[in-house]
């Protein structure tokens, strides 16, 4: 086996390779751009080298520069992973002029799936069942509109350097074909330097099938099943999952031997991607071939128990392939999302910022986060925004869906515009329950997958108090455990009578969700100790619902005046997130503004933010106290209330004693500030 690897990529995918390079006691070498000075697959690598500036063209591009490195450290191997020079054949020809291993595909396979219209000549040749069109060389416009024409409309233009859904229109109509084409054309030179257009029949409902081929130095190919991939944006890929619902033994057999036929026609070796559109009445043509591991591969090692990374070592390795087509099963269902920063309510814009709060959800047997960023890190312009790929495994795609959308309720993610909210309405909403499934999947149900901004708001605000209530009491029994626990004399809650239990009384909470405050009055009633239900009372804008509701972890189960809901809510220490099944809505409790400000300190009187009882004073009427220090606890209805001194100085006078009822905006104390 390779004793030394480069990872001539970044993010992600670096972490992966790493991490089963490891396992292999293969050490391995992350190269790094300026940006990722600090990045993860940097201090996972063995050893690091830096490449160069962020920009790819200046650093994970430069296809000599990492060749110097690997000769330098004596590598012996070099993975590619996904994206930059994972399907340049210049480069693997360099590895090979080198001696050092490409994993991945030789050279003629990578040309020969290079270009979209000499890749479906092959296929045709190899009897592959192809998308109907015309990819011939002739490229006048009358050529290609007479094959679009001849055809029927619509018809899908494609380049055929294209890549990442560049170059690609859609054409409905005759009138429309000479403008699409020309943009079409202008498209794909500004992108690939190349302006070669291929003409398919537009399939108006496909879903998009992939097969996933391995093959080895001697020959030999299997397939490890499908991916279906049909919801996408832009034509690109937003949530996989494997295997391919509705899938029949027959097709997957049939549509597994075609792309074993299409590697074999180009003595394919490692792992390669055979893509295909399935059309509702069971037909497949194939689309491309990508000849490196794909994003959506684990998918595939959850549901097959195989480390295709690892199978792609072997491989390079001149290992035969690890298991034969006999010896692999299919068991469970995966899926995975694409957790990117961007703005689903903008087009799907790529964000940039810093993630100033991460924290995905535990990983275990079910559920993999495959990232390559921490908390602190940038998501800078230079490279793709994907932050993690969340990936799910289960008995079945039902089960599989509910820890889906239960991992991306408790994935938090501050700092900057991300897709969880919209992975979530789109893994929750009843058409992809139920795996309605083809490519227009996001723009057919865009009315129920967008978040709106300005849901109504208001539906959710007496829940959104009772959340805030019930977290405000769980942080008190929790905090009034803590210090019995630390058998501290001195804090406030060593007595434990701040909390009394079955009471009712009238409690004011003040909402703020996105900028807006919401005034509410709760009432709670006497909780069910036997059903668990908390029951209130909620006084909201002139009108008063009856809530009921059972918490179990994140998911509160609502019962509001008879309309029965379960909602997810997700905390951070910004406030929390609350996932309805088309909303998702941040909200805080409003601090009311004691009316001190940094320039203001000690001038303006405490105010009592609601009615309620003076618990504790906690400083001496003419000592000094810090700023920040607690002067005062108030607490009303189970939640305190801390007062703290806004500046150095003193108290100057407590107006109310422990044990003392005071009345919502009653002056509390008076404060002098110290000169500075
Ligand atoms: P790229 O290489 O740019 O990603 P692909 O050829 O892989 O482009 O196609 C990307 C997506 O575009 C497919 O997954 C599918 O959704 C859609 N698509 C491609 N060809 C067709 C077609 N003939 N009819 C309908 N949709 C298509």
Redesign the pocket.
Known sequence: MFKKLLIANRGEIACRVIRTAKQMGISTVAVYSDADAHALHVQSADEAVHIGPSPAKDSYLQGEKIIEIAKELGVDAIHPGYGFLSENADFCRLCEQNNIEFVGPPVGAIEAMGS?SAAKRIMEEANVPL?PGYHGDDQSPEVIKKAADDMGYPV?L?AAA?????G?RQVWSESEFDAALAAAKRESMNSFSDDHMLV????TQ?R?VEIQVFCDKSGNGVYLFERD?SV?RR??KVIEEAPAPGMTESLRQQMGEAALKAAKAIDYVGAGTV?F?LDSDGSFYF??MNTRLQVEHPVTELISGQDLVEWQLRVANGEPLPKQQSELRINGHAFEARVYAEDPNNEFLPATGNLTYLQPPLENRYVRVDTGVLQGDDVSVYYDPMIAKLIVWDESRDKALARLTKALSEYRIKGLVNNIPFLYNLAKSAPFQNAELD?SFIEKHNDILFVEHSANVEQFVPMMAVVLLMQKQADLRASNQRVIADKDPYSPWATTDAWRANETHQQHVALDVGGDVHEVEVEQKEANNHTQEHSFVVHYNGHTSHISVKRQGDVFNFNANGHRQAITIAQDDTGFSLYASKVALHFAEHKPDLGLTDEDHGAAGFTAPMNGTVVKLLADVGDTVEKGQALMIMEAMKMEHVLNAPATGKVTEFFYQEGDLVDGGAELLAFEASEE
Do not use: F, S
């Open positions: 979209k998308v899908l494609k294209g890549g990442g859904g560049k690609m398919e029949k537009y399939l496909p998009h991939c996408q034509h690109q893509e559109l689309m491309e490519t």
